[in-house]
């Protein structure tokens, strides 16, 4: 291909401008990008009215069906904007059940991230840590003795990054799957309550 004979020309060369070139274009957060871009599609595919009546119109069993799934959704961060507008395009005939299943459908993305200890955000948020406010937060917890309340963050924390939408659990089961002495099943027992709560109050206040 033209372009390729081009680009192995300007790299041997002239391989400190190939380089200063490649540093001045490398993009390092494609995957937050796209995250933002999912949150995008995923706002114009159900403000289609279309999208949103064909929902509306399954029955009660394929209801709670696309409940599940779209718990299932709610939990990655790149199908969690999906997972919402599937939830607010379910008619609300009993939020109660529809967050049940919601929650179900969230414990069983979460206990996957758990188990498998492989997060597609890992490299980023590296990149993120040698942000100077992470840093500076970072050695103030590595600094404190008390061991408990380093585990009370780190918990407060985790329980936060599962509970706020759109916000990737990747990063919030990852610090959970961090501390050793969590069980998978204090892991799911959290997972469903805050999942659950928050699927909850999305549908019955938005």
Same mark, same amino acid.
Not at 39 to 67: D, H, P, T
Not at 140 to 156: F, M, Q, S, T
Not at 191 to 198: A, G, Q, R, W
């Given at each position: 291909?033209?372009?390729?004979?081009?680009?192995?020309? $300007?790299?041997?060369?002239? #391989?400190?401008?190939?380089?200063?070139?490649?540093?001045?274009?490398?993009?390092?957060? #494609?995957?937050?990008?796209?995250?933002? =871009?999912?949150?995008?599609?995923?706002?114009?595919?159900? &403000?289609?009215?279309?999208?949103?009546?064909?929902?509306?119109?399954?029955? &009660?069993?394929?209801?709670?069906?696309?409940?599940?799934?779209?718990?299932?959704?709610?939990?990655?961060?790149?199908?969690?904007?999906?997972?919402?507008?599937?939830?607010?395009?379910? #008619?609300?005939?009993?939020?109660? =059940?529809?967050?049940?299943?919601?929650?179900?459908?969230?414990?069983?993305?979460?206990?996957?991230?758990?188990?498998?200890?492989?997060? &597609?955000?890992?490299?980023?948020?590296?990149?993120?840590?040698?942000?100077?406010?992470?840093?500076?937060?970072?050695?103030?917890?590595?600094?404190?003795?008390?061991? =408990?309340?380093?585990?009370?963050?780190?918990?407060?924390?985790?329980?936060?990054?599962?509970?706020?939408?759109?916000?990737?659990?990747?990063?919030?089961?990852?610090?959970?799957?961090?501390?050793?002495?969590?069980?998978?099943?204090?892991?799911?027992?959290?997972?469903?309550? $805050?999942?659950?709560?928050? $699927?909850?109050? =999305?549908?019955?206040?938005?």
């Amino acid at each position: 291909m033209p372009h390729k004979k081009i680009h192995a020309a $300007i790299k041997k060369h002239a #391989p400190k401008a190939f380089q200063s070139s490649k540093e001045k274009f490398h993009f390092k957060y #494609p995957k937050i990008c796209l995250l933002a =871009l999912s949150i995008v599609f995923a706002y114009a595919l159900f &403000s289609n009215g279309e999208v949103s009546s064909f929902v509306s119109k399954l029955g &009660s069993l394929n209801i709670y069906l696309c409940a599940l799934i779209a718990g299932i959704l709610f939990s990655f961060g790149f199908t969690s904007a999906f997972g919402i507008g599937l939830f607010f395009a379910l #008619p609300p005939s009993n939020l109660f =059940l529809i967050a049940f299943i919601g929650g179900i459908g969230s414990v069983i993305s979460d206990l996957v991230l758990f188990k498998t200890i492989k997060f &597609s955000f890992k490299d980023e948020f590296d990149e993120l840590k040698k942000n100077s406010i992470i840093s500076k937060i970072n050695l103030i917890v590595k600094n404190n003795k008390h061991v =408990l309340l380093r585990h009370y963050l780190l918990y407060a924390l985790a329980g936060f990054l599962l509970a706020v939408p759109l916000l990737p659990d990747e990063i919030g089961v990852t610090m959970l799957a961090g501390l050793t002495t969590i069980k998978p099943s204090f892991m799911v027992t959290i997972s469903f309550i $805050i999942h659950t709560l928050m $699927i909850f109050s =999305l549908l019955y206040f938005l």
